[in-house]
């Protein structure tokens, strides 16, 4: 049986090192995955996550991505409110 693993970059460890919210290392794993799994994509879309198989709710989401915003690991895109898509950054 072959093991695998994620690699999680060492500065998006450190910044999450005190993170509040359980939601935040979920949505930092998807994004993660994401965007080792497709490169050449320059965002990630974070609509549906449910059928992602995230399972986070609306305002688990909400919480995850402002804080990684606030630590500086995404920027988002989007309109009227609603976040469509994040980048990743310092990866």
Request: hydrophobic share 45%; charged share 25%.
């Amino acid at each position: 049986m072959t093991m695998s693993y994620t690699k999680f970059p060492h500065v998006w460890i450190d910044a999450l090192a005190d993170a509040k919210h359980a939601a935040t290392y979920r949505l930092a794993l998807f994004l993660l995955y994401r965007n080792w799994r497709f490169p050449k994509d320059e965002t990630v879309s974070v609509t549906n996550l449910a059928k992602k198989n995230v399972q986070l709710t609306n305002q688990q989401k909400r919480d995850a991505i402002d804080e990684l915003v606030s630590r500086g690991l995404i920027e988002t895109f989007g309109s009227d409110g609603n976040i469509a898509a994040v980048k990743l950054l310092q990866i």
